[in-house]
């Protein structure tokens, strides 16, 4: 079936280590997105890529960074820099922004729970 | 840049009653997107339903049904019929089609009691 999954669920981390969040889809989107989520702020941009080989930053892209070398691809590493990483993080997908035959739906994956120890 | 405000942090509603969720947003684009997603206690975000702003047709799905004011730059959520399985955060998300990504509210807690 055609989707995003996002690996692992659960992680869990020491202050000052990076870790990598992975997230692959199979709806041959061309955009591909990071969201963290915490209680009482929604949903937060981190990172956005519209094409392979490139990307742009969200609203609170400090503290991590991202790659695109492949389209099916779009891993988010949070760093030692990122100073209060525990959250829920969210990987989505969607149709190349800006066409009018796309409908702007994100398509999500279930999500990965970072805590830090 | 774009902002969407939820100002309901939470609701409650009863079994088979009437609820309706509100939104509003501010963006400079005259063409864009508006969306309402479903997170349940799993935390698999769910779409519910979705709104062009060049339309002027309110967008229906079976129960769910908004109220879209272009004008005031609302957009509200009706729950009709409300199901026990309908308890969940609700987001409300503008996509400005202007090739950045949806910003959405903070979200609506909704209860629904027996």
């Known amino acids: 079936d055609g989707g995003i999954t996002q690996s692992p669920k659960y992680l869990f981390r020491k202050e000052g280590q990076n870790v990598t969040l992975s997230c692959e889809q199979n709806?041959?989107?061309?955009?591909m997105y990071w969201y963290r989520q915490d209680p009482g702020q929604g949903l937060r941009l981190i990172y956005y890529?519209?094409?392979?080989?490139?990307?742009q930053k969200g609203d609170i892209a400090e503290g991590y960074s991202v790659s695109r070398e492949k389209k099916e691809s779009f891993p988010l590493t949070v760093t030692s820099a990122q100073k209060n990483p525990t959250a829920f993080y969210l990987c989505?997908?969607?149709?190349?922004?800006?066409?009018?035959?796309?409908?702007?739906?994100?398509?999500f994956g279930e999500g990965s729970r970072l805590t830090v120890l | 840049a774009q902002t969407v405000t939820q100002s309901q942090p939470e609701m409650s509603v009863q079994e088979a009653e009437t609820v309706t969720l509100s939104c509003t947003y501010d963006?400079?684009?005259?063409?864009?997107?508006l969306f309402w997603y479903k997170q349940p206690p799993s935390r698999q975000m769910i779409l519910v339903i979705r709104?062009?702003?060049?339309?002027?047709q309110n967008a229906t799905e079976n129960r769910f049904s908004v109220n879209f004011q272009k004008a005031a730059k609302s957009f509200s959520l009706k729950i009709s019929d409300s199901q026990l399985g309908d308890a969940a955060m609700y987001f409300c998300?503008?996509?400005?089609?202007?090739?950045?990504?949806?910003?959405f509210g903070k979200g609506t807690s909704l209860l629904v009691t027996p």
């Open positions: 989505a997908s969607s149709s190349l922004t800006g066409a009018r035959s796309n409908t702007g739906e994100l398509f």
């Open positions: 709806l041959n989107h061309d955009a």
């Open positions: 890529s519209q094409i392979v080989n490139d990307f």
């Open positions: 963006t400079s684009e005259s063409d864009y997107y």
């Open positions: 709104q062009e702003a060049y339309k002027q």
């Open positions: 998300a503008c996509d400005p089609n202007s090739g950045y990504a949806l910003n």
